[in-house]
């Protein structure tokens, strides 16, 4: 029975793949930085990098899900990659980042989802590890989890998210394009007081700089005063905080997760999570006091894997310091518009108690854009 309904879940979060991709920045003729996006546009440009979904939404309070980030397809126990913790702002309930600052690697898939089920995430992320071939004799595991609070729309309180949902959305991870918006981890999030989601981009370096991609991906929550490309759109919409004192929180939390191929160490990856973040604010992004702002940054060069339980020594080549401005600016117009192609992808939602979040309004964006000639449209 319980594979009967895993089955179903599977395949719920594999339409949402599909069904959920949508508009993104470059369809609205909004070019974002310099340099050029990946093939897919996409946090899983960056090779190896997997993302999975499980979108919760039942009757019609629950607004939930879970997001998975797998830096590659094998045993990352077994094989951990490199990786770095950033606090924007500490609002939150980030699980795990004590050892990657520790060690400076990450063992497991990357988790993200809401608030109160953070508990329920690390357990299932345990019990994934355990279960790996090759993991027989693990004994500690440390589950990287990940959280906004989508208790606006959804019944957070109800803690609907399972085990099972966990498992569905790592065992569903892959490659290629990957659903934004109003799924997984971002189902019940909002965002600069529209409707905000998942969000994905990414950047791929000249030649000359090494080729190298940087690929994002973010669970937005968050608030300010929203700015498209440098547009001052929230004061266009007249819709932002502190807007004649309405209460348009800017609290609510964004996770950010950084990937790249270039053969990076801990202490560089830290200096990278630390350039998305200024991704963030170039959207409007104010870091309020209640929101968990929080970036992980890991890299997937092969040579520099970490064997577990490994006692010989690693010879390990990286960056130099010198050679990490492009990546810089490459994780800043990731990160700027991801965000926005979270809010481009996502769609208005409401819920039983009459709360309803609107989307940010197309056409008006268009209107806004082509009157600050940004927008061929």
Known sequence: ????????????????LVAQTK????????????LQSGKSNSITDVSGVMVGHTTIIKADSIRTGVTA???????????????????????GKLAGTTQIKELGNIESPIILTNTLSVATAMNA?????????????????NAVIGETNDGYLNDIRGRHVKEADVFAAINNAASGKIAEGNVGAGTGTVCFGFKGGIGTASRVLPKRSGGYTVGVLVQTNFGGVLQVDG???????????????????????CMIIVATDAPLDARNLERLAKRAFMGLAKT?????????????????DSTLRIPSNSSEKLTQTV???????????????????????????????????????????????????????????
Do not use: W
């Not at 029975?1 to 949402?16: E, G, K």
């Not at 508009?23 to 310099?34: L, Q, S, T, Y």
């Not at 094998?74 to 924007?88: D, E, I, M, R, S």
């Not at 266009?236 to 004649?244: C, T, V």
């Open 231 to 253: 547009v001052p759109v929230g004061e266009e919409l007249k819709k932002y905080y502190l807007q004649d004192q309405l209460n348009e929180t800017p609290d609510g939390s």
């Open 69 to 91: 980030i797998l830096p590659h397809n094998g045993n990352l126990f077994q094989q951990k990659v490199p990786a770095a913790v950033y606090t924007g702002n500490g609002f």
């Open 125 to 141: 992320v345990v019990g994934y590890t355990l279960s790996q071939k090759g993991n027989e004799n693990v004994q500690s595991v």
């Open 1 to 16: 029975m319980r594979l009967h309904i895993l089955f179903l879940i599977l395949c719920f979060t594999s339409l949402q």
């Open 284 to 300: 409007g992004g104010i870091a309020s006091n209640g929101s968990g702002d929080y970036i992980i940054a890991f890299s997937t």
């Open 319 to 377: 960056l130099s310091n010198d050679a990490m401005s492009p990546l810089f600016m490459a994780a800043i117009e990731a990160t700027e518009e991801a965000i926005i192609n979270s809010l481009l992808a996502a769609e208005t939602m409401k819920v039983k108690n009459g709360r309803i979040i609107e989307a940010l309004p197309k056409e008006k964006l268009k209107e806004i854009l082509k009157k600050y000639n940004r927008s061929n449209n």
């Open 23 to 34: 508009e993104k920045a470059p369809n609205f003729n909004i070019r974002i930085g310099v």
